[in-house]
């Protein structure tokens, strides 16, 4: 596990779940140029840390997963140093979007509280999305005269409905949990004291499966999105070849296996039983 400490964020794992955390839970786990330049560092490390199988980002305490910029911090600290600013943008855009949706690992967002503004971007970022009944979601831009920038417009578009995406960017009106999920927005919302829990059966459900597997899945769904059919088909060809040659666990012959010799592995009756490499 990383040997570095941070100050804006903390990193912990445990059997394989890898929590990261904005930790500023006083400032509502707002995100500062400390958080940004700390997150885009500790992701480049996550994603070859052998330990970490499920990346889970949420943020520290239980009141808050992260409400956003910190506007003092992030818009004014650095406001006549240019340089400053165009390395902060950088971190901010690579770890929330870059680094997170190109993750080499599963990731969930664990929304446990309030998720406002910017922190809309490493919620589409995740994989999966859990919330509480009662986290609290909003785009507030509106009321401040400026809107959604950065590529959180872009996020929303994608991940809700046309309608809700303008009805909420253009009133800046918020949401709760069970509200993100009738819309799409979080895969399920459930208590907050279940909240944790439930974000841990997801996880080990995801260690169940191929790493490769996970990965090439993950990126082929993203990639063929913005794809006609043949550009699809030739993407998902090439990338299922790929993943036969860097499978190192043998997953597709393993699972063959168990369905058609074994017979300990049916659909809706039995689970595949994953075979580690190190095994």
Same mark, same amino acid.
Request: proline share 4%; charged share 25%.
């Given at each position: 596990?990383?040997?570095?400490?941070?100050?804006?964020?903390?990193?912990?794992?445990?059997?394989?779940?890898?929590?990261?955390?904005?930790?500023?839970?006083?400032?509502?786990?707002?995100?500062?140029?400390?958080?940004?330049?700390?997150?885009?560092?500790? +992701?480049?490390?996550?994603?070859? %840390?052998?330990?970490?199988?499920?990346?889970? @980002?949420?943020?520290?305490?239980?009141?808050?997963?992260?409400?956003?910029?910190?506007?003092?911090?992030?818009?004014?600290?650095?406001?006549?140093?240019?340089?400053?600013?165009?390395? @902060?943008?950088?971190?901010?855009?690579?770890?929330?979007?870059?680094?997170?949706?190109?993750?080499?690992?599963?990731?969930?967002?664990?929304?446990?509280?309030?998720?406002?503004?910017?922190?809309?971007?490493?919620?589409?970022?995740?994989?999966?999305?859990?919330?509480?009944?009662?986290?609290?979601?909003?785009?507030?831009?509106?009321?401040?005269?400026?809107?959604?920038?950065?590529?959180?417009?872009?996020?929303?578009?994608?991940?809700?409905?046309?309608?809700?995406?303008?009805?909420?960017?253009?009133?800046?009106?918020?949401? %709760?949990?069970?509200?993100?999920?009738?819309?799409?927005?979080?895969?399920?919302?459930?208590?907050?004291?279940?909240?944790?829990?439930?974000?841990?059966? +997801?996880?080990?459900?995801?260690?169940?499966?191929?790493?490769?597997? +996970?990965?090439?899945?993950?990126?082929?769904?993203?990639?063929?999105?913005?794809?006609?059919?043949?550009?699809?088909? %030739?993407?998902?060809?090439?990338?299922?070849?790929?993943?036969?040659?860097?499978?190192?666990?043998?997953?597709?012959?393993?699972?063959?296996?168990?369905?058609?010799?074994?017979?300990?592995?049916?659909?809706?009756?039995?689970?595949?039983?994953?075979?580690?490499?190190?095994?």
């Amino acid at each position: 596990m990383l040997a570095k400490k941070y100050e804006a964020i903390s990193v912990e794992n445990d059997h394989g779940i890898t929590w990261l955390m904005i930790n500023r839970p006083d400032k509502r786990n707002a995100m500062s140029p400390q958080v940004h330049l700390e997150m885009d560092e500790v +992701l480049d490390e996550l994603a070859v %840390d052998p330990q970490t199988e499920i990346l889970v @980002l949420t943020g520290a305490g239980n009141q808050a997963f992260s409400a956003g910029q910190d506007i003092k911090l992030y818009f004014r600290a650095n406001a006549g140093n240019a340089a400053a600013r165009h390395k @902060l943008r950088r971190a901010s855009n690579n770890w929330r979007w870059q680094k997170l949706s190109g993750f080499p690992k599963p990731t969930i967002a664990m929304v446990n509280g309030y998720c406002f503004g910017g922190a809309f971007t490493q919620v589409c970022a995740c994989d999966f999305a859990l919330a509480a009944d009662d986290a609290m979601f909003g785009l507030s831009e509106i009321n401040w005269g400026i809107l959604p920038g950065g590529i959180v417009s872009w996020n929303v578009a994608q991940t809700l409905n046309y309608r809700d995406a303008l009805y909420y960017a253009m009133t800046g009106d918020s949401f %709760d949990g069970k509200q993100a999920k009738q819309m799409g927005f979080v895969n399920f919302s459930y208590p907050k004291e279940r909240l944790r829990e439930e974000t841990i059966k +997801l996880a080990k459900k995801l260690m169940e499966k191929s790493p490769a597997a +996970l990965r090439y899945t993950k990126e082929g769904i993203r990639a063929v999105r913005f794809m006609n059919e043949p550009q699809a088909a %030739d993407y998902l060809n090439a990338k299922s070849d790929a993943l036969r040659y860097n499978d190192k666990e043998n997953s597709r012959e393993e699972g063959m296996k168990q369905f058609l010799d074994e017979k300990s592995y049916r659909p809706g009756y039995g689970h595949f039983k994953r075979k580690r490499a190190s095994a």
